[in-house]
């Protein structure tokens, strides 16, 4: 299974972000995805998660209300819509796979990542 992210890049505070997560190598109906992001000198935290269906959302508290995350079983595709950055939103944002049906916010929990995109929010 192939994950590759992208649509990361510098913004201004206030600005948005699409990130977007193409995934291969398997049937992408059967998956839960995950973004986490890992910004420079701290540990890789959960930012959001949803279901196999889409049906199920999950948001860290930073991110709740000013992310959203859509899944298109058609496209192959995760998105991660970030409105009103801050600066504390810059991370490199990883996207993540999951075979299983009750992680949520564990990264261990996950089975498939992508390379990482790297968000920057200046002030």
């Known amino acids: 299974v192939q994950l590759q992210a992208s649509g990361g890049g510098s913004v201004q505070a206030g600005d948005s972000l699409r990130l977007s997560c193409l995934v291969s190598?398997?049937?992408?109906?059967?998956?839960?995805m995950g973004w986490f992001r890992q910004a420079q000198g701290k540990e890789r935290e959960f930012v959001s998660r949803?279901?196999?269906?889409?049906?199920?959302?999950y948001y860290a508290d930073a991110v709740k209300g000013r992310f959203t995350i859509v899944k298109d079983n058609g496209e192959n595709t995760v998105y991660l819509q970030m409105n009103s950055l801050k600066p504390e939103d810059t991370a490199v944002y990883y996207c993540?796979?999951?075979?299983?049906?009750?992680?949520?916010?564990?990264?261990?929990?996950?089975?498939?990542w992508g390379q990482g995109t790297l968000v920057t929010v200046s002030s």
């Open positions: 993540a796979a999951d075979r299983g049906v009750s992680g949520t916010y564990n990264a261990d929990d996950y089975d498939y």
């Open positions: 949803i279901s196999r269906r889409g049906g199920r959302t």
């Open positions: 190598g398997s049937t992408f109906s059967s998956l839960a």
